[in-house]
Each structure stands twice: as structure tokens, then as C-alpha cells.
């Protein structure tokens, strides 16, 4: 029963690793007072930022009303505009492409429901999930639990891999 016990633990120990990263944090702003454009009834603002490299990127955005609508607009290398509409509350994933020939990559424009005091926005890096470099060490474990199945079931016994002399 222990090479089941030792096949768990090492499933444990490389999923476990495998999906343990730390996420950058490139932006942590909190936008209050007169930096809010309200309107009937409603409070829009915008951030700027810029994207060191290209990749997945998690929005965060905390408001006291989770009624919101979030539209990132991306300037482009040619002087162009896109724009995506996030309608899914306090937070989203985007894919962003970094752009060096601008010092602002991204505007992020929130609309909120409701008349608000402040409106925070962090976005940080998606950690990539190394999970495929750990998959050859779970399968050499469960391998290893097989074999060891696999001997005691053919009553082969542990003293005949004994060095002779040592039993």
C-alpha cells in the first residue's frame, strides 16, 4: 500500500508545483474625487497604461457597484484604434500585444451604474503554468508505483534485488 501513498505524493507534490506562480503586478492605480466624470446617475473614468511584454493580462477592477462596463481601447503601431467590451463585473483576462513605439499601450474606460466615490483598477501578468515539464515526473512516479504493483503481485520478493551478503 505505501507505493500507493508515494504515487499520490508525488502527483501532489508536481501538480502542486506545477500550478504555483506569481503574478506581476504593472499596474495598481485608484482613481476618486474630481477624476470621475459622472452623469446622470452614472460615473465613467479611464486608465492609461503601458505593457512591458506581450501576453495574458488580468483586470481587476473595484468599485462600489459591481454594475459596470469596462472598454479597452489599444493604440496601435500605425496610429490605429481597436477597443474590447467587458461586461463580466469586477474582473477579466485580456490578451495584450506590447507596443514600443508608444509610452501608453492601453486605455481602459469603465462606465459604472451608479454614482461612486472611487474606482481601483490593478492588472497584473497571467503566470504561465509550467504544467507539461512536470508531467514526465508524475509519470515516472506512477511508472515506478506500477512495477512495484506489479512485483508484489508475481510474489517476487524484495530480497532478490538484496546484494548478496547483505540480507
Do not use: C, Q, W
Amino acid at each position: 500500500m505505501s507505493y500507493l501513498k508515494s504515487a499520490a505524493l508525488a502527483a501532489a507534490l508536481t501538480l502542486g508545483t506545477a500550478f504555483g506562480g506569481h503574478a506581476a503586478t504593472i499596474y495598481d492605480e485608484t482613481t476618486s474625487g474630481t477624476d470621475l466624470f459622472t452623469f446622470g446617475g452614472s460615473t465613467l473614468t479611464a486608465f492609461s497604461f503601458d505593457v512591458p511584454v506581450s501576453g495574458d493580462y488580468l483586470f481587476e477592477v473595484s468599485a462600489p457597484s459591481e454594475d459596470m462596463i469596462s472598454v479597452l481601447y489599444s493604440f496601435g503601431t500605425s496610429g490605429t484604434t481597436s477597443y474590447a467590451a467587458y461586461n463580466s463585473g469586477t474582473s477579466f483576462v485580456a490578451t495584450l500585444t506590447a507596443n514600443v513605439d508608444s509610452a501608453v499601450d492601453y486605455l481602459l474606460a469603465i462606465y459604472v451604474d451608479g454614482i461612486v466615490s472611487s474606482i481601483s483598477l490593478t492588472v497584473s501578468e497571467v503566470p504561465a503554468v509550467p504544467l507539461p515539464a512536470g508531467l514526465p515526473l508524475l509519470a515516472g512516479a506512477l511508472a515506478l508505483g506500477g512495477i512495484v504493483a506489479r512485483r508484489r503481485k508475481t510474489g517476487t520478493a524484495d530480497t532478490d534485488l538484496a546484494v548478496p551478503g547483505m540480507v
